[in-house]
């Protein structure tokens, strides 16, 4: 008879780093497995995912695959994917191809706030795409540039036509006292 023991016949378990509730990390963490916070981590990670359980707390830099956060997280998230449902700090970075969302108050209406924060969703831009686009808006905005002096070199300027304005009047006035002084000399005076 042959006896098996019950838990080698369990699945195993899948890997993951895990930080623990009441447990500070601080520093540089890198992993092959999936990352889960449920404690505080303040530093820097990387690994293929990030799930910051609601008792979590992640600040500093973070660069994964997929970023799930139910807690607090602050700093610098740069991720493919990345479902929000927590809280994010001020002055967070945010950079994903694509963000989910979704809020749900404690209790009553909710309330979201953003302070001074940058939130870049979709892809990156290839180089020469970046290039080629900020080169067609140099363009568009040096033809604008050069309609405006079209337009302004087109029309006098006021000085233009106050001196205008002073030599018709001066060419008037001594034509004026001309006209006065001379004389009519096309038809004979009577005698």
Request: aromatic letters at 2%; proline letters at 5%; glycine letters at 10%.
């Amino acid at each position: 008879m042959t006896v098996t023991n019950p838990t080698r016949m369990a699945q195993p378990a899948t890997k993951q780093t895990l930080i623990e509730d009441d447990t500070e990390f601080k520093g540089k963490l890198s992993s092959k497995c999936p990352v889960v916070v449920k404690g505080s981590v303040d530093g820097e990670i990387a690994g293929p995912s990030l799930h910051v359980s609601s008792t979590g707390t992640v600040v500093g830099h973070v660069k994964v695959t997929e970023l799930r956060s139910e807690g607090t997280i602050g700093g610098e998230f740069d991720a493919d994917t990345i479902h929000l449902a927590g809280t994010v700090k001020s002055n967070t970075v945010i950079k994903a191809r694509s963000l989910e969302v979704r809020l749900t108050p404690q209790s009553g209406r909710l309330q979201v706030t953003f302070g001074e924060c940058e939130l870049a969703v979709g892809e990156v831009p290839s180089k020469e795409n970046a290039v080629s686009g900020a080169t067609q808006k140099e363009k568009e905005a040096g033809k604008k540039d050069k309609e405006k002096e079209k337009e302004a070199s087109a029309q006098p300027s006021a000085q233009e036509i106050d001196a205008a304005t002073d030599i018709r009047e001066a060419a008037e006035g001594e034509g004026g006292k001309r006209g006065r002084n001379r004389r009519d000399t096309s038809s004979p005076t009577p005698a």
